[in-house]
């Protein structure tokens, strides 16, 4: 606990309050924002911004971590609370504000069970590329989902292309000031950006709108506003859990979970390397479930690590976890002192804030560099996207899940493998394949393969360590299986060694095992791979098998075949 806090001198206050300070502004817009995303009223957004940034100032591990309402996370949080509130007849007047606290809760419990198990790996499990493909066919559904606030027209169609043709057929009904104006201030911020203004852009919208509001008095003439925001402080409460779909609320709060911290895990450690703290997934699993517990238990919702609030923290000098407590209390401030002013605030400039957040999350840049690097993972990124949009943020991190496994074994199921040979004058073996001046050694062939032998490659292993002991030339004493780099072996694959040796055998050719793992050996000797091979044909290294089996040396050397092949 208060590890964001140890070591705290009154003189960094002096950096953590104008920090803090920052974070409010910048944050303000968007925790009226967001909330809109899962239809929630935006005092849900201000309470999550003032509670999580307290309890990960508590519990989390990082000193420079902001937590806060995170668009995508609002938009995993929309699909769980769409298919809650759909499986539920009409008659059970669930409220939409204690299904997002109920998600809440559930997410900061599967945080804590996570960090429990220690599997913060997972964090790792959702690949860069998938992540960036998946937050761009997010950030499609988000634009999508601000028709109906830039319009003032109601849109009752879900998907990508269906609104699109709902706002056409309805376009007799647009409220024209209100899409101007929205178009207004979505362009101001793209302004601010483009000539990268000292005043970040939603504030400058937020002040803006709200002045424009006071003078025309935007709601007497169409344009919708925001209306009344409670201006007291959020009540602790514990939504009526059980009165809700249990399974439906799991299954929610795993997609949210999935989706908040392997995002966030990427955020944490994006900003860990410029600012040198070093990331602990499995402790940043505690300030995690903290951050989101605590929303859960004031009426709010789910949250993240928040990028842009992170990156103001770096930017103006924040030393500690103070300046999320500045920033809290500045928001509770906001919430007593400034309810008339937020009041007023135009829903066409809160579709402006979203708009230009969801276009954030479509990163070019790391598409453009996935498809320089990798075409597979380009492809999975695609997939991705395509999920999110073709079959609903919900299914599409099942979608994303789904990829991610298909790319891991992909990536598996065909190791790298080869024949090993040797150079004139220089130490070490060499893949005969990518050498062509190496050349086999006399009466041996040494194969290494770099990767695990499982169910699901076991096959392909048997099926090329066949084809090569059946092509070896004739004079072969031995065939030396170069184990070094074989990290896990299974049953399967202790199959598929032993009928390998049946071949060797009617060959007449020993099988022989070189720098085998004490798991690998293990899983041998107990499927009997070791008694059919020969317990004497086990040895620590290819070279000391060479020598045992064929009186040749040859060249010494001993560097690792990861390094020469």
């Not at 519990?59 to 509130?85: E, K, N, Q």
């Not at 859960?296 to 407590?325: K, Y």
């Not at 708009?355 to 320089?372: C, M, N, Q």
């Not at 050694?441 to 066949?466: C, H, K, T």
Request: glycine fraction near 10%; charge should be neutral.
């Amino acid at each position: 606990m208060l590890r964001g806090l140890a070591g705290f001198e009154r003189s960094w206050l002096r950096r953590d309050i104008p920090a803090g300070l920052s974070i409010a502004a910048v944050g303000l817009p968007s925790a009226i924002a967001y909330p809109a995303i899962a239809g929630l009223p935006p005092e849900t957004g201000i309470y999550a911004s003032i509670v999580a940034p307290i309890a990960y100032a508590i519990f989390g591990p990082s000193r420079l971590l902001i937590v806060g309402p995170d668009a995508a996370t609002m938009t995993v949080l929309a699909a769980a609370m769409g298919v809650i509130i759909a499986a539920e007849p009409a008659s059970s007047n669930l409220e939409p504000v204690a299904i997002a606290s109920a998600l809440a809760l559930g997410v900061g419990v599967f945080c804590i069970a996570a960090k429990l198990l220690r599997v913060g790996v997972m964090a790792s499990f959702l690949s860069r590329p998938i992540l960036v493909g998946f937050f761009a066919g997010v950030s499609l559904s988000i634009l999508v989902g601000q028709i109906g606030r830039f319009t003032g027209v109601k849109i009752e169609s879900d998907g990508l292309i269906p609104p699109l043709v709902e706002i056409l057929g309805k376009s007799a009904s647009i409220h024209w000031p209100s899409l101007l104006f929205g178009l207004l201030m979505f362009a101001l911020l793209w302004f601010v950006r483009a000539f990268q203004f000292r005043i970040p852009g939603p504030v400058l919208v937020v002040v803006v709108s709200v002045v424009f509001s006071a003078i025309f008095d935007f709601s007497g003439h169409g344009i919708a506003v925001v209306g009344d925001i409670p201006s007291g402080l959020p009540s602790l409460s514990l939504p009526a859990i059980l009165a809700m779909p249990l399974d439906k609320i799991v299954l929610g709060s795993t997609a949210i979970f999935v989706v908040s911290f392997g995002a966030g895990i990427v955020t944490a450690r994006s900003f860990g390397s410029r600012s040198g703290e070093e990331v602990d997934a499995n402790q940043e699993l505690i300030g995690l479930g903290a951050a989101n517990i605590a929303p859960g238990l004031f009426g709010s919702f789910p949250v993240s690590m928040s990028d842009s609030r992170t990156a103001i923290n770096l930017a103006t000098g924040g030393v500690s976890q103070v300046a999320g407590l500045v920033s809290a209390a500045t928001l509770v401030a906001a919430l007593v002192f400034l309810q008339s002013a937020l009041r007023i605030l135009p829903i066409p400039a809160l579709a402006a804030i979203l708009a230009s957040a969801a276009i954030s999350l479509i990163d070019v840049h790391e598409l453009r560099k996935i498809w320089r690097i990798s075409r597979m993972e380009f492809v999975f990124s695609l997939i991705a996207m395509w999920g999110a949009i073709s079959f609903g943020v919900l299914n599409g991190v099942i979608v994303a899940v789904a990829a991610t496994l298909v790319y891991l074994l992909r990536k598996t199921m065909f190791p790298r493998d080869g024949l090993l040979g040797r150079i004139d004058g220089r130490h070490g073996f060499f893949d005969l394949a990518r050498f062509p001046e190496a050349r086999p050694v006399e009466e041996a062939a040494v194969f290494a393969i770099q990767g695990s032998v499982l169910f699901y490659n076991a096959d392909y292993v048997r099926l090329r360590l066949s084809a090569v002991a059946k092509e070896l030339v004739a004079g072969t004493k031995c065939f030396v299986l170069d184990a070094s780099a074989i990290t896990h072996i299974d049953s399967t694959g202790a199959a598929a060694l032993d009928a390998v040796a049946k071949i060797l055998e009617a060959r007449n050719i020993i099988f022989a095992v070189a720098d085998l793992s004490e798991e690998g050996r293990d899983i041998l000797e107990r499927a009997g791979v070791i008694k059919a091979i020969g317990p004497d044909n086990l040895f620590n290294g290819r070279e000391e098998a060479l020598r045992a089996l064929t009186g040749r040396f040859g060249q010494a050397g001993n560097a690792s075949a990861s390094n020469e092949r």
